[in-house]
């Protein structure tokens, strides 16, 4: 156990409605990330972040926000949710360093309906 | 897109047999790793590899970091029921990006 909890684990929301996503860490990590993960796709790094108000910009980041006002807290918000944001949804942390992993949570199940 | 192409898409193989899997890139990592991924859970780390040419064992898994740092592999020797799921590769680029493939899944015959 990482020390990793994701809220909600399950969501079904409309389109258009704002959604947020919560990680929580327990560990003190620095780097904290946001992945979806699609069939075929593999896991897409959404946004991250490393360090408190630092955040940088994935892959798939259109439609997404994040912020990161203190270190336990990691949040992803769809800004208006469209069903291609249905998705897994899994929140990612990782000590800074060289010989460092990361480390995953129980994903969040989101669909948009 | 995705940096990273893992092969094979999927597997089906006999139970007992040894498994090979890999992932090429064309950027350099400065780490690879594999994880594992359950139905319904997210991605357990398997192997963590550091150095170029590092070659690293868990039990009867077995990975390899390229010498060009731009691809890894993952053996499984004497495959069984419960190595069934989905097998990710991921590399670590400069500015501390994790990057993943698009993942291996892995069934095995009984």
């Known amino acids: 156990d990482a020390g990793i909890t994701q809220s909600p684990r399950h969501k079904v929301t409309e389109t258009g409605t704002p959604v947020t996503l919560r990680c929580h860490q327990t560990?003190?990590?620095?780097?904290m990330y946001w992945y979806r993960q699609d069939p075929g796709h593999g896991l897409r790094l959404i946004h991250y972040?490393?360090?408190?108000?630092?955040?940088d910009k994935g892959e798939v980041s259109d439609g997404y926000s994040v912020s990161r006002s203190k270190t336990e807290d990691f949040l992803l918000t769809l800004e208006s949710a469209t069903s291609s944001q249905t998705s897994v949804y899994f929140c990612a942390i990782r000590m800074t360093g060289e010989g460092t992993e990361a480390f995953f949570g129980q994903g969040t199940r989101l669909t948009v309906v | 897109g995705q940096q990273l192409n893992q092969s094979p898409q999927s597997m089906f193989i006999q139970e007992g047999e040894d498994v090979s899997m890999n992932c090429t890139s064309s950027?350099?990592?400065?780490?690879w790793l594999w994880y594992k991924q359950d139905p319904g859970e997210g991605p357990v780390l398997l192997i963590a590899l550091y150095k170029a040419g590092e070659l690293t064992s868990n039990g009867r898994l077995t990975a390899q970091f390229g010498t060009t740092r731009k691809d890894s592999f993952l053996n499984i020797s004497a495959s069984i029921p419960s190595d069934v799921g989905i097998y990710f590769c991921a590399g670590q680029l400069f500015g501390n990006k994790l990057v993943f493939g698009a993942g291996t899944i892995l069934r095995v015959k009984s």
């Open positions: 972040s490393y360090g408190v108000k630092d955040t």
């Open positions: 950027s350099i990592f400065n780490t």
């Open positions: 560990e003190n990590h620095r780097y």
